[in-house]
């Protein structure tokens, strides 16, 4: 407990979460004995968390020029054992001699052993321990085990298997994983609900989400890109329910094969897929004040080929009020007010749609793979406003008053096909090499109508001014790809591959008015056809090599040629540009004296190219005093990463701490522009451009600390703090802005008896720096309550979210040369919902094969204009 509160006091009493269980082996002064939990029971019983293991202490040896190795196996997956404990005893005695412990694919080496005979004893929590006698002789120095099969200490409990229950959050060497399934509170909630519990990760009231700070993140789906996330992350968030992902992996150092490396890094998203034989399947439904969803997943297997399947439908209910504060000035000086704008609009949002998904992997023969998938996707949104507007002249006379009906609706079409050929060479060989495709296409259409009307004139009147627009918005996305792994020891490793990926962009936009005649006709300057093109070819290769016993380096490098195009219907000319990069990437590990804790450096260059969300130059102007669009020209931006990252465990808890910089010298900013325009009824006013530009200099320096500890066996609890200062500069639009930002969250979860358990989420984050000003603090909290049913085959949830304020307030204030403006929203966020599942059918292990996949991480991708520049 001592432990448990020095970690909270370090964290502002934000930080703690699941233990990290200390691996079986020989017992320090005041530790349980090895093979229990702290209550008494195995390790291998329901309840222990499978997790990292630390190696037992050993005793002074005579040392030599003696080598064992081995790779430790499931008995019965045949799958590694990360992490896994390795203990090197006498012939007779228990006091451990050398120990280490295996890496991510259950290998490890114990160097400079003296000759004579010994005892090995593998284990890890969840399995039986293994002893293997070892004889080295004088002759014979190097001995490899092969692979060593650890037997699952597993309880069968009517044709379920239960090995334990993974923690919250693991702690693994090149990412943290955030297992949703442990979460109660995630019951009937969407993809938004479980990525701001992940650690590092921020995800405001509307979906926008950021990783340490930097809003230029990929988002993945089991490991690949996805037209349901390719157009708008934030929309996309809301359109996943939380009940089919499995994990969130935050991966903060990716190594070059990974397009671009990530300014921020990479979130992917895990959902339920498995490899277990005969016929299995879950159902679940979800019903709550704020959002619904249904769904239905099915698997099977039967010898090679296996089959999963999943659809769900799902609807949300959104009521909110967004208001609008502007003062503008007659000069850059800002000393006279010309004139002042207050807008308040009280909106009605309902939405769903659905999602389907269906794959099959064949095995023809041992080494050897094939798999291919169908992801579908369907959006719907619906929001109707009442727009109140009134604006005065610093004469207190009043101009352009008028009450508005908005009609908006937007609607998404979706759909991945993926295929890929896996080719191992042998059992236990690390060699493979795989062959990926996949087409994506994302349809979507948004639609909005104005009837507009003099303030006090009856709604039933005609109105004095009408508009509609429509833009049919289409992104098509082929990608092929090819890696190859190859060790060339058991200490080095090289891996290359080549990648091309072409994406097709289509837009048609239109506004129409009705003139005097009531007939309806196109307004020129914001009706046109874009179409775009970008072709990227990438070659890649990285070399991992141990230095000795402690350190460890990664030294990578990519190329990627881009070429890109575009042209606007009805205009002559057509504007092209292409570069080649190059981008390097090196990590450097130590491992500690500790066991299983590590500090690594590391540095990687990120290319990022802007996504249809910043390129789109379609025109939207629902609001006569405000305009957006994207900007067709912008150009790729780089950003120069370092990171500095220490993980280690203490007593039980875990601590990954992180210090990173990003310095980005073209970033793509916001850019808003005041400027005298004339409104469709030919009135002169004052008009707020927004588009996007390389406009800025960003530099981001930060820390990042995640804590997690189990106070007593029931009682899981974790926390991130994230602290960072940031500084953006434009000399185009001759402004800067700067300062510190923080964010916070806990995540604790108790589990009684009878089945019962109760979990707790809770996050703040201080105000958003923007190169134009910033956006305001917000804080969530949810409570959840879990009843296991049928001996864990169902279960039963009931989920609160901010019960005590009905909804968050946001605002935005940002400033242009001659207008200081607040927009603010509020979001209603209160919500109460009740969750049922359960799982049926026969589930008996399947080994799982490696996977592959495609990764376009290379985009930055739209955040509604909210998020951190970079």
Known sequence: MKNAVLLLFASASLLSAPAWAQAPGAPAAGQRPAGT????????????????AAAPLAIPAPRGNGRISGTVLDGTTKQPVEFATVALLPATGEKPVDGTVADDKGKFVLKGIAPGSYRLSISFIGYGALVQPVTL???????????????????????????????????????????????????GGTAADVLRKAPMVSVDPDGNLQLSGSSNVKVLINGKPSAIVANDVAQALKQLPGDQIKSVEVITSPSAKYDGEGSAGIINIVLKENNLQGVNGNVGVAAGTRNSNMNLGLNARKGKVGLSSAINGWSFYSPGVQGVQRVDYTDASKTTVRNTLTQENTGRGFGGGGNGRIGIDYEPAPNHALSFSVNGNMF???????????????????FGNYEREL???????????????????????????????????NANRRFYDIDQYPLGVPHYFTPAYQESSLNKARNLETTLQTDYVHPLSDKQTVEVGGKM????????????????????????????????????????ATYATSLGKKYSVRLGGRVERTDLGGEFQGQEGRFTTNYTNALPNV?????????????????????QRPSIFYLNPYRNRIDPTQLQYGNPNLDAEFTDNFELNLNTFVKGSVINISAYSRITNNAIEAKRITRDSLDPQGRAI???????????????YGVNLFGSVKPVPKWDISGNVNLYYVYLRSATLNTSNSGVVYSANINSGYKFDKGYSLQFFGMLNSPRIQLQGKSSSWQMYSIGLRKNLWKDKGDLTLNADNLFSPYIRLTNDFRTATSDQTNSTKV??????VAFSYRFGKLENKPQRPKRSIRNDDQKAGDGGNGQGN
């Open 501 to 540: 990926i072409m994406r097709n962009v289509y837009s048609n936009y239109t506004v129409d008015t009705l003139n005097a005649q009531n007939i309806a006709f196109p307004v020129a300057n914001l009706t046109n056809i874009f179409t775009y093109d970008q072709n990227v070819v990438a070659g890649y």
């Open 137 to 187: 002789a004088e002759g014979k120095m190097s001995v490899d085990l092969g692979s060593l099969a650890l037997a699952s200490q597993a309880k069968q409990l009517e044709g379920v298997t239960v090995t334990g229950e993974r923690p919250i959050v693991e702690s693994k060497p090149d990412r943290l994983v955030y297992n949703a399934t442990q979460d109660a509170t995630n019951k």
């Open 37 to 52: 939990r702290t209550d008494g029971a195995p390790t291998g019983a329901p309840g222990g968390a499978p997790t990292k």
């Open 407 to 441: 009609d908006q609706k937007f609607r998404v079409q979706s759909y991945d096909l993926t295929g890929s050929y896996t080719r191992t060479f042998g059992q236990g060989s690390r060699r493979e090499w795989t062959v990926l495709g996949q087409h994506t296409r």
């Open 686 to 700: 004052r008009l707020v451009e927004t588009t996007y530009g390389n406009i800025a200099r960003n530099q981001t």
């Open 380 to 398: 719907r949104n619906a929001n109707t406003a009442d727009v109140h507007q009134e604006q005065t002249l610093s004469s207190n006379s009043r």
């Open 587 to 607: 990590a450097l590990t130590r491992n500690l004296k500790q066991p299983g804790s590590t500090i690594r450096a590391s540095y990687s260059r990120r290319i």
């Open 828 to 833: 209603y966020n209160r919500g109460v919902r």
